[in-house]
Antibody, heavy 120, light 107 residues
Framework: QVQLQESGPGLVKPSETLSLTCTVS????????WSWIRQPPGKGLEWIGN???????NYNPSLKSRVTISLDTSKNQFSLNLSAVTAADTAVYYC??????????????WGQGTMVTVSS | DIQMTQSPSSLSASVGDRVTITCQAS??????LNWFQQKPGKAPNLLIY???NLETGVPSRFSGSGSGTDFTFTISSLQPEDIATYYC?????????FGQGTKLEIK
């Protein structure tokens, strides 16, 4: 049973870089797309971007200039860096597996989420 | 970006009721439409993928239909544990986008 677990600082200062890691257990990272999704308090869900095990990435244009997603197959982890953060980046950040087939594409496994607050 | 519009934003129903939520895409997304359930303080949980396919382990009272731009999510007989917020999401085009959510409450 594949499980995901986010880790990283819960508090980041404005203008600094938010860095989170998602550890994949119970399966190999070398077989799927992996996404980051966030949810500001009391609001809806926003897809940030994804990475394939081949290292190819896709980013939401709304965040593209500030986002980097990377993957470490040796550690079975993938990571999110979001630079120049502001209070608007305060959110619960989720990692998720993006299960792609010929006829569907869905986030079928999610981490529990980690709350990140941007504040001085 | 493809805009996903859910209706209603909130809904109050009684146990045993049939509940329907609609989701409209701003352009044709074929059947690349997923439905998620999110309970307070928890991660979203995939219920329906590809517009009408029930995810493994999800109770059969949940169903989805539609294609193109108009989609429907149905709970055939509402149970107390179904109280949650429900989101549709399109996976036809990048960036993936979600509906604004429908908060379901027990009457």
């Amino acid at each position: 049973q594949v499980q995901l677990q986010e880790s990283g600082p819960g508090l980041v200062k404005p203008s600094e870089t938010l860095s989170l890691t998602c550890t994949v257990s119970g399966g190999s990272i070398s077989s799927s797309y992996w996404s980051w999704i966030r949810q500001p308090p009391g609001k809806g869900l926003e897809w940030i971007g994804n990475i394939y095990y081949s290292q190819s990435t896709n980013y939401n244009p709304s965040l593209k200039s500030r986002v980097t997603i990377s993957l470490d197959t040796s550690k079975n982890q993938f990571s999110l860096n979001l630079s120049a953060v502001t209070a608007a980046d305060t959110a619960v950040y989720y990692c998720a597996r993006d299960s792609v087939s010929a006829t569907s594409d869905a986030f079928d496994i999610w981490g529990q989420g980690t709350m990140v607050t941007v504040s001085s | 970006d493809i805009q996903m519009t859910q209706s209603p934003s909130s809904l109050s129903a009684s146990v045993g009721d049939r509940v329907t939520i609609t989701c409209q895409a701003s352009q044709d997304i074929n059947n690349y439409l997923n439905w998620f359930q999110q309970k307070p303080g928890k991660a979203p949980n995939l219920l329906i993928y590809g517009a009408s396919n029930l995810e493994t382990g999800v109770p059969s009272r949940f169903s989805g239909s539609g294609s193109g731009t108009d989609f429907t999510f149905t709970i055939s007989s509402l149970q107390p544990e179904d109280i949650a917020t429900y989101y549709c999401q399109q996976s036809h085009n990048l960036p993936y986008t979600f509906g604004q959510g429908t908060k379901l409450e027990i009457k």
